[in-house]
T-cell receptor, first 112, second 114 residues
Framework: RKEVEQDPGPFNVPEGATVAFNCTYSNSASQSFFWYRQDCRKEPKLLMSVYSSGNEDGRFTAQLNRASQYISLLIRDSKLSDSATYLCVVNLGNSGNTPLVFGKGTRLSVIA | NAGVTQTPKFRILKIGQSMTLQCTQDMNHNYMYWYRQDPGMGLKLIYYSVGAGITDKGEVPNGYNVSRSTTEDFPLRLELAAPSQTSVYFC?????????????FGEGSRLTVL
C-alpha cells in the first residue's frame, strides 16, 4: 500500500451536488490527519483537521475510519469556489514528532 | 502579516548551475520544511528543521542542502542543477511538529532547469 493514496480525479460535479473523497494511509499507528486545499498554481492551505469522532465545518465533513485506514471528506451543496485540489495529509509516524506526508491530491471541478 | 516569504518566485537555471532558494518566516515557528511538487503530484519533503542549528533529511534530499542558522531563515541550496530538479518548491513553517502543527506555506518558487 502506498503511504498516502488518493483518487486523483478529476471529479466534475454540478453546483449544488454532494461529493466525497477518500484517502487511504499505510501506517495503522498514524495519529493525525488533515485535509488541505490547493488552488491552481497556489500554495496549499489547511482546510480542516480530521478527528477520531468526525468533524464538520459548514458544508464540509471529515471522517476517520481507523479499522480500514482511510479518511474521507464530504462536501455538500458544492459551490464554484470549491473547485480546487484537495490534499490528504497524514502524520505517518508512531509519534507526533514526524513530518506530515501528503497525498497526490484529488482535483474537483464544480460546474455551473 | 508577511508569514512565510520565499524568493525568487521564478528562476530558470542551466544544467550544472547552483542557486539558493531563500525562505524566511516572521511567526517565530521552530519547525520549517522544504517540499517540492512536480506536476500532478503531491508534495515531497526534501529537508526539515526542528530549530536553529538542527536539520534532517526528508524523502528526497539528494542534490540539495540546507542550513538553519536562525529561527527565521531556512535557505535551500541546489548544487549542480539537473533537469530532474525542475519543480515548484514550497517552504513551510509550523509552530508544532507533525501531529498538531498546521503548516503555513510560502507562495512557492517555480524552478526550471534547462
Amino acid at each position: 500500500r502506498k503511504e498516502v493514496e488518493q483518487d486523483p480525479g478529476p471529479f466534475n460535479v454540478p453546483e449544488g451536488a454532494t461529493v466525497a473523497f477518500n484517502c487511504t494511509y499505510s501506517n495503522s499507528a498514524s495519529q493525525s490527519f488533515f485535509w488541505y486545499r490547493q488552488d491552481c498554481r497556489k500554495e496549499p492551505k489547511l482546510l480542516m483537521s480530521v478527528y477520531s469522532s468526525g468533524n464538520e465545518d459548514g458544508r464540509f465533513t471529515a471522517q476517520l475510519n481507523r479499522a480500514s485506514q482511510y479518511i474521507s471528506l464530504l462536501i455538500r451543496d458544492s459551490k464554484l469556489s470549491d473547485s480546487a485540489t484537495y490534499l490528504c495529509v497524514v502524520n505517518l509516524g508512531n509519534s507526533g514528532n514526524t513530518p506530515l506526508v501528503f497525498g497526490k491530491g484529488t482535483r474537483l471541478s464544480v460546474i455551473a | 502579516n508577511a508569514g512565510v516569504t520565499q524568493t525568487p518566485k521564478f528562476r530558470i537555471l542551466k544544467i550544472g548551475q547552483s542557486m539558493t532558494l531563500q525562505c524566511t518566516q516572521d511567526m517565530n515557528h521552530n519547525y520549517m520544511y522544504w517540499y517540492r511538487q512536480d506536476p500532478g503530484m503531491g508534495l515531497k519533503l526534501i529537508y526539515y528543521s526542528v530549530g536553529a542549528g538542527i536539520t534532517d533529511k526528508g524523502e528526497v534530499p539528494n542534490g540539495y542542502n540546507v542550513s538553519r542558522s536562525t529561527t527565521e531563515d531556512f535557505p535551500l541550496r541546489l548544487e549542480l542543477a539537473a533537469p530532474s530538479q525542475t519543480s515548484v518548491y514550497f517552504c513551510a513553517s509550523s509552530p508544532l511538529m507533525g501531529s498538531a502543527g498546521e503548516l503555513f506555506f510560502g507562495e512557492g518558487s517555480r524552478l526550471t532547469v534547462l
